[in-house]
């Protein structure tokens, strides 16, 4: 674990299957800060509707949420975790412009670097069937309205985009160096 000089926000992008969550996790570690996910916030929601945790109704759920109140649902995924504002946290799965928006204001006066997970479609379309999940499905999830702005808003906005099919070990190193350097000193 090391200490950083400032509180950092470090938000996470990447399609599905990219490998952001494996990185947000490794990298919150690391650094030593707690790590909240949209998505486990979303499959929660599901729960306690009823649903299962299909793709389809995540998608659904997390276009509701983001519809009906996007600095409602981000400030719930952010408590979630006990965030309080001013401090470090990891935070996974964000797939709209209009989150890092919330995200940045909610989370004032810390400053929210954004790192893009880019993964090569054959890589992300192993790791689907690796997980037992359809391929078939994955070009109609990628089209679905919570995954578009991953490929093109979020890229623009990202602060870092990384290779996913790098190793994590090594994609830590690189994110550590950025945090700890590049964006603790401006």
């Given at each position: 674990m090391i200490e950083l000089r400032t509180p950092?926000?470090?938000?996470?992008?990447?399609?599905i299957a990219s490998g952001k969550s494996a990185l947000s996790?490794?990298?919150?570690?690391r650094l030593g800060i707690p790590?909240?996910?949209?998505g486990d916030f979303v499959k929660n929601e599901?729960?306690?509707r009823g649903l299962q945790l299909s793709r389809g109704n995540l998608q659904a759920i997390g276009e509701e949420l983001v519809?009906?109140?996007?600095?409602?649902?981000?400030?719930?995924?952010?408590?979630?975790?006990?965030?309080v504002s001013g401090h470090s946290i990891v935070v996974d799965g964000i797939r709209h412009a209009q989150v890092l928006e919330a995200l940045r204001q909610l989370c004032s006066p810390s400053r929210?670097?954004?790192?893009l997970v880019q993964t090569a479609d054959n890589e992300?379309?192993?790791?689907?069937?690796q997980r037992g999940d359809s391929i078939a499905a994955l070009g109609d999830a990628d089209r679905h309205s919570t995954e578009v702005q991953v490929?093109?808003?979020?890229?623009?906005l990202a602060d870092l985009i990384v290779d996913g099919s790098t190793p994590i070990e090594d994609l830590v190193g690189i994110i550590e160096k950025y945090s700890l350097c590049e964006w603790q000193d401006h």
């Amino acid at each position: 674990m090391i200490e950083l000089r400032t509180p950092l926000v470090l938000g996470f992008a990447g399609s599905i299957a990219s490998g952001k969550s494996a990185l947000s996790t490794a990298i919150a570690e690391r650094l030593g800060i707690p790590r909240v996910s949209f998505g486990d916030f979303v499959k929660n929601e599901a729960v306690s509707r009823g649903l299962q945790l299909s793709r389809g109704n995540l998608q659904a759920i997390g276009e509701e949420l983001v519809g009906h109140d996007v600095a409602g649902f981000c400030s719930a995924v952010l408590k979630s975790a006990g965030y309080v504002s001013g401090h470090s946290i990891v935070v996974d799965g964000i797939r709209h412009a209009q989150v890092l928006e919330a995200l940045r204001q909610l989370c004032s006066p810390s400053r929210l670097k954004l790192v893009l997970v880019q993964t090569a479609d054959n890589e992300r379309l192993k790791r689907v069937g690796q997980r037992g999940d359809s391929i078939a499905a994955l070009g109609d999830a990628d089209r679905h309205s919570t995954e578009v702005q991953v490929a093109g808003a979020l890229a623009q906005l990202a602060d870092l985009i990384v290779d996913g099919s790098t190793p994590i070990e090594d994609l830590v190193g690189i994110i550590e160096k950025y945090s700890l350097c590049e964006w603790q000193d401006h």
